[in-house]
């Protein structure tokens, strides 16, 4: 192996020096390595990082605005109404409430706020009115509006871009021929179509999936190089925590090394992108939760994650400051 390291090693490298993201076979191959093997790749996916972003992290709050009640059969989700789970339901929130959750992120040190919604896309002209000017009023106080408000049409995203809206958050979770194993009421392609609609309107685009759904390691790099065309300027990384009354309550979890690979293969897949540690990161990771810069993320989500409570802002600051890193200043007018 340390001969096969040794042309992986030079393999990826050279990609890099081309300027180009590592193939889908080099992906591949990084999945098979142990970990003390790992440990030869983090030097050149942290030297990547800090060329590319230097010592600044991206600091992300989100609110779940709407939660449950979903007619989408995600088998991740514990906002689909079609599971029995104890995630709380309720509809789209008043925009003072959403304001009100955007000021305490800022308080918190968010630079960039999202409003999340469940269900397939927006429903109806009274939820697009609240959401277009809760969007002026979040970049009102200096935040990056961001929103997550599924499968949407141009005409959708273009009326969201004219209220505020600086990125679209939406995920293809996983490779598109896994998607089906997963998620049977829509396809693959249509959450495509919106991820390249975004882009096509000069939105930011912020788009990744979630592992550990039972997907194999080429589902991952097939992710890895679909998303690279895309081109996204963000990508969220999600580790599933199996939700009691899901399909996939009983799924297995990742491991630590796991998760630390698919960090690694996302950042030498995509070297301009930043990459955002998302849910999952506390219990995957637990004591490697620091590792994840060195692997390659530049960004996490601060406080609560949509249906679960985050550690708090203050640990995630100081891990940040004990690492010599910062906040990066999210760059509005
Ligand atoms: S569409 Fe979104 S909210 Fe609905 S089940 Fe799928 S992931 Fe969950």
């Known amino acids: 192996m340390e001969i096969e390291l040794n042309l992986l090693i030079d393999a990826i490298v050279g990609s890099l020096i ?24 983090l030097p050149i996916a942290n030297r990547l990082r800090e060329e590319k972003f230097g010592n600044s992290v991206r600091l992300c709050g989100i609110l779940n605005a709407k939660s449950g ?36 992120a800022k308080q918190d040190g968010a630079k960039e706020f999202s409003i999340v919604t469940s269900g ?95 997907e194999r390691w080429e589902d991952r790099a097939d992710l890895a190089v679909t998303l690279s065309r895309l081109k996204p300027e963000s990508v969220p990384i999600n580790f599933l925590i199996p939700i009691p009354g899901t399909p996939l309550e009983h799924q297995q979890r990742l491991s630590p090394l796991d998760a630390l690979k698919i960090i690694v293969i996302f950042r030498l897949t995509l070297p301009d992108s930043d990459l955002i540690v998302c849910g999952g990161r506390e ?9 994840i810069f060195p692997a390659g993320a530049t960004g996490l989500i601060l406080g609560d994650y949509l249906t679960r409570k985050g550690r708090s ?15 990066r200043e999210n760059g509005l007018d």
């Open 18 to 41: 081309a300027g180009i993201g590592i193939s889908e076979f080099e992906a591949e191959a990084i999945s098979g390595l142990s970990f003390p093997e790992l440990l030869q790749l």
């Open 69 to 104: 009640r979903c007619g989408e059969d995600c088998k991740f989700c514990g906002q689909s109404g079609r599971w029995k789970t104890e995630v709380e339901s309720f509809g789209l929130l008043a925009q003072e409430k959403i304001i009100g959750a955007a000021k305490r």
């Open 120 to 214: 397939k896309g927006i429903s109806g002209e009274d939820e697009m009115e609240t959401i277009c000017s809760s969007l002026k009023n979040i970049r009102s106080l200096g935040l990056e509006p961001c929103a997550s408000l599924g499968i949407l049409s141009q005409g959708q995203l273009s009326r969201l871009k004219n209220s505020g809206l600086a990125r679209y958050h939406h995920n293809l979770e996983t490779s598109q021929n896994f998607f089906p194993q997963i998620c049977a009421t829509h396809q693959w392609q249509e959450s495509y179509d919106t991820a390249r609609s975004a882009k096509e309107l000069g939105l930011k685009l912020c788009c990744g999936g979630i592992f550990g759904l039972g």
């Open 283 to 291: 219990e995957i990771l637990g004591d490697f939760q620091s590792w």
């Open 313 to 327: 802002p203050e640990q995630d600051l100081a891990m940040i400051s004990s690492l010599g890193l910062s906040a």
